[in-house]
Nanobody, 115 residues
Framework: QVQLVESGGGLVQPGGSLRLSCVAS????????MGWYRQAPGKQRELVAT???????NYADSVKGRFTIVRENDKNTVYLQMDTLKLEDTAVYYC?????????WGQGTQVTVSS
């Protein structure tokens, strides 16, 4: 089983920043895409950002211009830099990796934006 371990969540004030990390148990060269999803209370899990093996990036409209996804292959790590955080960004954030038809998920890290 591929293991994905997220870290970096926490409590932050509106307008603040956090950087989430996702460390994979194997080389991330093997994944077609990696990304971040989030799930807020009472909401469905939604796409936040993805990055493909060709470095193509996709972002949810709600985070464009504020969030940046970065892959560091030599560290087997994908980061999500979150700036100008808003109250509505509060959610559990999950790391995702995809290879062919298979998907892998981390356990999630809580991000709470509150004044």
């Amino acid at each position: 089983q591929v293991q994905l371990v997220e870290s970096g969540g926490g409590l932050v004030q509106p307008g603040g920043s956090l950087r989430l990390s996702c460390v994979a148990s194997r080389s991330i060269f093997s994944f077609d895409a990696m990304g971040w999803y989030r799930q807020a209370p009472g909401k469905q899990r939604e796409l936040v950002a993805t990055i493909t093996s060709a470095a193509f990036r996709n972002y949810a409209d709600s985070v464009k211009g504020r969030f940046t996804i970065v892959r560091e292959n030599d560290k087997n790590t994908v980061y999500l830099q979150m700036d100008t955080l808003k109250l509505e960004d509060t959610a559990v954030y999950y790391c995702n990796a995809r290879r062919m038809t298979r998907e892998y998920w981390g356990q999630g890290t809580q991000v709470t934006v509150s004044s």
